[in-house]
Structure formats: structure tokens, C-alpha cells
């Protein structure tokens, strides 16, 4: 999809938020697009005074929750086969489904959190819960807690990096690795916290 970057940028540059939604709708509805484009542009929008912090992370949860709504109910009504015969039309790869579903029978549920935070994998998770048929109040729970941090990071270091916001399309990968990273170890703090103060009330 790199090659369709420049479309990309003119079609956020020419349609601002509604180009954000859409673009990101298509990103989690198991389209390729990098969000590290898509909101580090719109983070470089912000920048320049184009958009507003607000109204752009408002536009990239919106589309994102529906393309990822979209994609689960591919996967709950179609299933696997479905996706192995269609998908290579919509640059679908079969290996990064693969993925997603190791991810998704390693952690269930609480993957659709954490992955929405990965390369490759945030893109494919939905497929794998709509396969398994999970809770659907649950799965938009997970994808919203999970798609709402990073939507802001990427935003911010759009906006931080300003004329270099293109940085992110070189280290994206490494950015959400070690955002995932930080956010594994303060859950696990604040988890461990919550089991101290409720061990101490028992006592």
C-alpha cells in the first residue's frame, strides 16, 4: 500500500477529518493502510493549524471503531474460509491473519486490547474474534480501550515532530513495540496495586 502513500496525504490533506475516519475505517477493516501515516499526518495537520487535537482523534476513533466493527462481523458471518478466498482482493495476506489468530488463541479476548498496539497484528484482530464469536459488548470494549491510546500517541507525535512527522513511517514498528511494552508494565502495576489493597481490606 506504500505505493498509494501520496493519495493517501492529498485525500487527508483535501477532505481533513472525514478523510482521517474513512482511512482508518479502511485500516481496521483489514486494509493495510499504516495508521502511523494516517494520524502522523493528521498529527502534522494539527501542527499546522489545519485540524484540531480533539476533532482528529474524534474522526480516527470513529472510523476506527466501525472499520473494526466491520471486520468482525467478516469474520463471525463468513469465518476463515471466507477470508482465505476473498481477502487476497483487498491485500489481505493469509500469513498475517495467522498471526492475529496466534495472538487471539494465545490471549483471547483481552488481545483485542494489547494488539491494537502492534504492527500487523492491529490491523487483523478483529477477523480472529469474529471467528470465535465473541461477546460483541466486550470486543468493542477491548478495541476502544485499546485503539483510543494509541490513536493520541501517533497524534501527538505527528504534532511533536511537525515538518518530520514522516520519522513515524520509519520507526513506527519500534514506536509500538515499546508503547506496548510501557503499557503491559503499568496495567501489571496497577493490577498488583488493586490485589495489595484488596488483600490489606481482607486482613
Not at 29 to 42: K, Q, R, T, V
Not at 58 to 64: L, N, P, R, Y
Not at 135 to 148: P, Q
Not at 174 to 181: K, L, N, T, Y
Amino acid at each position: 500500500m506504500s505505493q498509494f502513500a501520496d493519495v493517501f496525504l492529498q485525500f487527508i490533506d483535501t477532505w481533513g477529518y472525514f478523510a482521517v475516519a474513512l482511512l482508518m475505517g479502511f485500516e481496521n477493516a483489514c486494509i493495510p493502510i499504516p495508521s502511523e501515516l494516517i494520524l502522523g499526518f493528521a498529527g502534522y495537520m494539527i501542527y499546522i493549524d489545519r485540524m484540531t487535537f480533539l476533532m482528529a482523534t474524534t474522526a480516527g476513533m470513529i472510523g476506527g471503531m466501525l472499520g473494526s466493527v466491520f471486520a468482525y462481523y467478516v469474520g463471525h458471518l463468513g469465518g476463515r474460509p471466507f477470508v482465505d478466498k476473498y481477502g487476497k482482493y483487498f491485500f489481505v495476506k493469509a500469513s498475517h491473519v495467522d498471526i492475529a489468530q496466534e495472538w487471539f488463541d494465545k490471549y483471547g479476548i483481552k488481545a483485542v486490547f494489547f494488539s491494537r498496539m502492534l504492527p500487523v497484528v492491529r490491523t487483523f484482530i478483529s477477523l480472529p474474534a469474529g471467528f470465535a464469536h465473541v461477546n460483541m459488548r466486550k470486543f468493542f470494549f477491548y478495541t476502544f480501550i485499546g485503539s483510543l491510546p494509541w490513536t493520541i500517541l501517533i497524534l501527538a507525535i505527528g504534532y511533536t515532530l511537525g515538518e518530520g512527522w514522516r520519522v513515524m513511517m520509519e520507526v513506527g514498528h519500534e514506536i509500538s513495540i515499546i508503547f506496548c511494552i510501557i503499557l503491559v508494565v503499568v496495567v501489571a502495576v496497577l493490577y498488583l496495586r488493586y490485589r495489595r489493597k484488596k488483600k490489606n481490606k481482607l486482613n
